[in-house]
């Protein structure tokens, strides 16, 4: 299913990535940082964390959530990010897969969520 975004509907990115073994308290710490930012965004609609498990395939995916796509794009390109996507290095393996989509849609092409995601 192709990305879909739509201007002045609410934007939902998903992003997933490995972990490398054993820097897994790093990573959360990372996500805890970088949750905390997205939050000082306008916008910003909310996060969940969907942890390693077999509907993940063993990744984690980070959900973020923004009123409008332009408010999505600030988030994305800002310095803050950045600055926090450097971090990474050391923390994940192989490549970060991410989606974007609009409205409903993008519910139904996530993993099976579990009540209890963030």
Known sequence: MPDTIEDNKPVTVSIA????????S???AWLRRTISA???F????????LRPSDQ???DYV???RFDSYAHQKDWEASDTRAKLLLELGDL??????VKKAS???????LPEVPQSAT
């Open 26 to 28: 790093e990573y959360e």
């Open 38 to 40: 997205a939050r000082q």
């Open 56 to 58: 993940t395939g063993g």
């Open 103 to 109: 409205g409903l849609e993008f519910w139904f092409s």
């Open 17 to 24: 990535r490995r972990v490398l073994k054993g820097k897994e």
């Open 92 to 97: 994940t393996e192989g490549d970060t897969r």
């Open 42 to 49: 306008p916008g910003h609609l909310g996060v969940d964390v």
């Open 62 to 64: 980070l959900i973020v």
